[in-house]
Structures are given as structure tokens and as C-alpha cells.
């Protein structure tokens, strides 16, 4: 079985000072194997922090235009038999700004995100983004969703607190994923 740790959006330095101690001690409990990074991780340091519970791949979120360009946009991993793609879900910087304008007349529309997520990548089983700071598990067209919320500032708009996920990945069919609130 393969135990994934999924995080998004530290914004360390911008929003938060570091990782929280507590989704470094739920990674370790929970035995991650790999640690996928959703994006908006601003500063190497956070990655390297991350390498020394287990390997790491991270996708280039809006705020890593700068430290980080050099992660790509999008990733598909193997583990297990299921193909695991990773996009920070902002899209690109026409989708950005349109996102942006359309938020402050309209509010949040996860639809807009959810089909943005689901055609950035095909044939994967399992996507996992990150860019909305809010909680996200659904099957669509055959595809878990998994947003793990952001491990630095709550949702204060879904209730969600800061948080991450860990995915498992079970050989014959099982995917599951828990969300852990690192307020806790």
C-alpha cells in the first residue's frame, strides 16, 4: 500500500512564519512514504523541510513564480497501480485574473475549478489540487477529486480549518483519503 501525504498552499513566508509542528508529526505517524505538494509553497526551505520525513513532488502554484519556477505545472505519478496527476489549479494567468474578477462579484464557483482540474489531466485516477483553501473529496467521471485544504490559513468561508490529507493507495482497488486539522 502506498501512504501519500498530500498538502497545498503553506505560503511560508507570506501568509505563516514555517510548517506547522503538527503536519510534520501526522506525516511521521502516519507513516507517509511520499509527500505530494500541491503548489503555493513559496520558499524552497518548505521542500527541503518536507525531504527529511520522505521524497517530495510539488507543483508550481501562483505564488512560486518566483523561487520556484522551475516546478512544473503539472505532474502524473504512479504508485501502486493508480495514476496520480497534481496541478495547483489556478490554471493560467488569463484563468488567474478571470478568477480573481469573477470572486468578487460572485463568490467562489468550485465548478469552474473542478472542470479545470479534470481537463488539465487525463486518465488519471486520482487528482489532487490545491489554490482554493478548502477541503475537496469527490468522485467525478471516475476521478477522485482532492483538494487538502491549505496547511496554513483556514476556510473561513467553508468552516474548513488549516489541514492536510493522506492518501492511501491500496494494490486491487481501494483508494482512501483523511483529512487532518493541524489546529488540533
Not at 527541503?48 to 505532474?75: K, S, T
Not at 486520482?126 to 471516475?142: A, D, I, N, S
Request: glycine share 10%; aromatic share 8%; proline share 5%.
Amino acid at each position: 500500500m502506498a501512504t501519500l501525504g498530500i498538502l497545498s498552499d503553506t505560503h511560508i513566508p507570506d501568509r505563516a512564519r514555517e510548517l506547522p509542528p503538527r503536519l510534520l508529526e501526522i506525516f511521521r505517524s502516519e507513516g507517509v512514504d511520499t509527500i505530494l505538494h500541491a503548489g503555493d509553497i513559496c520558499i524552497p526551505g518548505v521542500l527541503q523541510e518536507l525531504e527529511e520525513i520522505a521524497p517530495v513532488y510539488a507543483v508550481r502554484g501562483n505564488r512560486d513564480i518566483y523561487a520556484l519556477r522551475h516546478l512544473p505545472m503539472q505532474l502524473v505519478m504512479t504508485f501502486e497501480g493508480y495514476k496520480v496527476g497534481m496541478v495547483h489549479g489556478h490554471g493560467g494567468l488569463r484563468d488567474y485574473l478571470s478568477d480573481k474578477a469573477r470572486i468578487m462579484v460572485y463568490g467562489i464557483n468550485e465548478n469552474r475549478y473542478r472542470k479545470r482540474v479534470i481537463k488539465a489531466l487525463s486518465g488519471v485516477n486520482v487528482m489532487v489540487f490545491g489554490h482554493l483553501h478548502r477541503r475537496f473529496y469527490e468522485w467525478t467521471q471516475g476521478v477522485l477529486l482532492l483538494n487538502p485544504g491549505s496547511a496554513c490559513c483556514p476556510d473561513w468561508n467553508s468552516g474548513n480549518p488549516a489541514g492536510v490529507a493522506v492518501l492511501h493507495l491500496e494494490p486491487g482497488g481501494r483508494i482512501e483519503a483523511e483529512f487532518f486539522n493541524l489546529s488540533d
